[in-house]
């Protein structure tokens, strides 16, 4: 008998559907970050979308989503499941953004190195704060 347990950043543990807002935005994002040129061009024009051209946002998003792209092997953006990474991804936002800094720091411990939690946790408690920003003032955003 085996007592590791491996983690397998690629099996199906939910669905798309049952995210709330906040969550189902940021898998949206990270999905559509993980596509490519394209997909990247609607996640950025969405962070600026309705403020003046903000680089901190930019640049905050843009270190999130590659570092978190590269952890949790998305999904295309239409696919109803979510991956275990995916899961993992959005659960450290959404307990980011809530000020949940201990569990969050939990969480990003499965996926980054000692030396990059916090760092790592700090993005997404800021990735988490603008999309709550954004569903604020154009709940529309879940509909990509």
């Known amino acids: ?12 543990v939910g669905r798309l559907d049952a995210l709330a807002d906040l969550e189902a935005c940021a898998l949206i994002y990270l999905r559509l970050w993980s596509q490519g040129p394209v997909g990247r061009a609607r996640v950025l024009d969405d962070a600026s979308t309705g403020r003046r051209y903000d680089r901190r946002v930019i640049t905050v998003w843009c270190d999130f989503l590659e570092a978190g792209g590269q952890l949790s092997r998305p999904h295309p953006v239409s696919h109803p499941r979510i991956s275990a990474g995916e899961a993992s991804f959005v659960q450290l936002v959404a307990t980011a953004a809530e000020g949940e800094r201990e569990q969050a720091m939990l969480i990003a411990s499965w996926m980054v190195r000692a030396d990059c939690m916090t760092i790592f ?14 569903l604020l003032t154009a709940p529309r955003l879940r509909t990509h």
């Open 1 to 12: 008998m085996n007592a590791i347990v491996r983690h397998d950043p690629a099996r199906d």
């Open 121 to 134: 946790v700090d993005l997404a408690m800021q990735f988490g704060l603008d999309i709550k920003r954004m």
